[in-house]
């Protein structure tokens, strides 16, 4: 059973440009969280999905930034016009279900970086 | 709104050393309480969990305590590995126990251990 998986794990972007970072859940996971990093920080919540809708997304950025995880594919978390702040290491992390004592399960990241 | 407060690093050990990081947290509920690591270039990955108060969560040598009247969850070791050199994140769950994903985490804490 393969663990979540991101791509790219790398991403380099110039500045206005677009970075799309897609993370496909564990089989079976049917809830999926997004994550940022800054550097020499904790992470920091951003958006939580199940397929089709967005349930929370306190902690997303109100411009530029937008999250969905379609019926079918990987969830994608898309960032228009970056900006050199926008440099950071993304997590996904998935859930088989909302409730219940289940953990949720990290993928490696995307590690953004904007020139 | 919920927090976790970590003791600040970077912590440097000789190896077989006993090793506490402290974290401390605020939540208007009942969460539970995580201990992930993280090793370079890599994801988070779960160490240990505790789901209610006086709970010891344990793993790999490492536990932690969940202690409802001092809000703390301090973890511990009693005799560190070179190999355990990583960062360790505290973490709490949503105060409504409705989904294990959604994470407010510490600033995380850097241990190296020399041999």
């Known amino acids: 059973n393969a663990g979540v998986m991101q791509n790219p794990r790398h991403l380099v972007r110039r500045r206005g440009q677009e970075a799309r970072l897609r993370c496909s859940p564990m089989?079976?996971?049917?809830?999926v969280y997004w994550y940022r990093q800054l550097p020499e920080e904790g992470l920091k919540f951003m958006v939580y999905?199940?397929?089709?809708?967005?349930?929370?997304e306190s902690g997303m950025p109100k411009e530029r930034f937008s999250a969905e995880f379609p019926k079918e594919g990987p969830s994608i978390l898309r960032i228009q016009q970056v900006v050199r702040g926008d440099s950071a290491a993304y997590f996904c992390?998935?859930?088989?279900?909302?409730?219940?004592?289940?953990?949720?399960?990290f993928g490696q990241g995307t590690r953004l970086t904007v020139v | 709104g919920d927090s976790v407060t970590q003791m600040e690093g970077p912590v440097t050990l000789s190896e077989e050393a006993f090793l506490t990081i402290n974290c401390t947290y605020t939540?208007?509920?009942?969460?539970?309480l995580f201990w992930y690591v993280q090793y370079p270039g890599e994801g988070l990955q779960l160490l240990l969990k505790?789901?209610?108060?006086?709970d010891k969560g344990s793993n790999k040598g490492f536990e932690a305590t969940y202690r409802k009247e001092t809000t703390s969850f301090h973890l511990e070791k009693g005799s560190v590995q070179v190999s355990d050199s990583a960062v360790y994140f505290c973490?709490?769950?949503?105060?409504?126990?409705?989904?294990?994903?959604?994470?407010?985490f510490g600033q995380g804490t850097i241990l190296t251990v020399h041999p």
């Open positions: 992390a998935s859930s088989p279900l909302r409730t219940g004592q289940t953990e949720a399960f």
């Open positions: 089989k079976g996971h049917s809830h």
């Open positions: 999905l199940q397929k089709e809708n967005i349930i929370d």
């Open positions: 939540a208007t509920g009942y969460p539970s």
């Open positions: 505790a789901t209610k108060a006086d």
């Open positions: 973490a709490l769950s949503d105060s409504d126990g409705t989904s294990y994903g959604k994470l407010t």
